[in-house]
């Protein structure tokens, strides 16, 4: 008799503990500052954004909402790691968002940590498939782990989509380089070049190789001296006006030797130029010679990172609803997240095991 009163004192209370966990109170609706904040988000204003969202976070009583924004807004500029430490704090303090499993994949995808990033990307997309975003960080990841075929398959999903196109095709030509197939590189190359403004065409390539000719400068100052040798005493070979168009050749001692004309050369002190002009002027259009040049430098050092801007304008960012008595995708029962929880994380481990023993 005694043991049975002590098995039913037992489950009496587990129950008692279940329904306790089960009974927890949801998040309110998010405070002003966060709301604010997601208005400054929304518009791609992102230091008054984070500002906000950090003092949220780390106030008396810390916001969850904020924590997880604040990872969001950090994806947005490219700091990584401390998006995905926010992200998972956030995680650890009950916010359970379905957005929550985009943005950690974003994060793990640019820290190269591209069977984690699969992992939850592949997940996310299988509960949201109509979001192709998720296809193009996907099709990154999958080239990283150098898995060609899944990676075109999911780029090429992504090049349906018009603002995510350019980096598809950006992504596409680096995998066509790998493979040395020269054809179908410049295939994506050329539906790179036509697939965008240039404005969105140089948030994909990198800057540095932005344009295959040395960038050009103009000159400043009223009168500009262009002379034979890098010094004030050298002779005068011509004069320049305010606003010239020169490229630069060489730098020797603050001075810039530029092309005069079609058989002279000369040298111009830098202080008289600038790289800025005053003139309404049109940049170069982005030319094949240019991106595949910049292929080869990121075939030879991959950097998830090189997208962040574009990525940040191509991600909307999650809004909640400002009424709202929790927010969208929490739940009040605290025992059904932890299993939600617990099954992702045994999901990210068999992807993780499933990946290793798959790799060549």
């Known amino acids: 008799m005694y043991g049975k009163q002590r098995v039913w004192s037992v489950t009496l209370v587990a129950a008692v503990l279940v329904l306790a966990a089960c009974a927890t ?13 997601i208005d400054h988000l929304m518009n791609h204003q992102y230091d008054p954004a984070l500002s906000l969202f950090h003092s949220a976070a780390n106030g008396p009583t810390p916001n969850p909402l904020a924590v997880f924004y604040e990872g969001v807004t950090l994806n947005r500029i490219g700091r990584f790691q401390e998006a995905l430490e926010r992200l998972d704090r956030a995680d650890e303090m009950g916010v359970d968002r379905p957005e929550l499993a985009f943005e950690r994949g974003w994060s793990l995808l640019g820290l190269k940590r591209w069977k984690e990033a699969i992992a939850r990307l592949e997940r996310y997309e299988r509960q949201h498939p109509e979001r192709t975003k998720t296809s193009e960080l996907l099709g990154r990841a999958y080239v990283g782990l150098w898995r060609p075929e899944k990676a075109e398959a999911k780029l090429k ?11 598809a095709f950006f992504y596409l030509a680096t995998l066509e380089r790998s493979r040395n197939d020269t054809v179908a590189m410049r295939k994506y190359v050329d539906a790179l070049l036509a697939s965008a403004p240039e404005e969105r065409l140089r948030l ?11 960038a050009p400068r103009y000159v400043k100052a009223p009168v500009a001296n262009v002379r034979e040798a890098p010094t004030v005493t050298s002779k005068i070979v011509t004069t320049l006006k305010s606003g010239t168009r020169i490229i630069t050749m060489g730098e020797k001692n603050g001075w810039y030797r530029i092309q005069v004309d079609d058989r002279r050369e000369g040298w111009i002190a830098g202080s008289l130029i600038t790289s800025v002009t005053t003139a309404v002027t049109v940049a170069p259009r982005l ?5 595949e040049a910049s292929l080869g430098r990121f075939v030879l050092d991959p950097n998830p990172a090189l997208l962040a801007r574009f990525d940040a304008r191509t991600t909307p960012a999650p809004v909640v609803d400002q009424d709202a008595a929790a927010s969208p995708g929490e739940s009040s029962c605290q025992c059904l997240r932890t299993l939600r929880r617990f099954s992702a994380q045994v999901g990210d481990a068999l ?3 499933w990946d290793t023993i798959t790799s060549p």
């Open 25 to 37: 109170v949801p998040p309110g609706p998010p405070v002003p500052a966060v709301m604010r904040g």
């Open 157 to 167: 999903k992504a090049a349906r989509d018009p603002a995510l196109a350019p980096g």
């Open 204 to 214: 994909v390539v990198p800057q540095r190789v932005a344009s295959a000719a040395p």
């Open 287 to 291: 030319d094949a010679a240019a991106v």
């Open 351 to 353: 992807g993780r095991f």
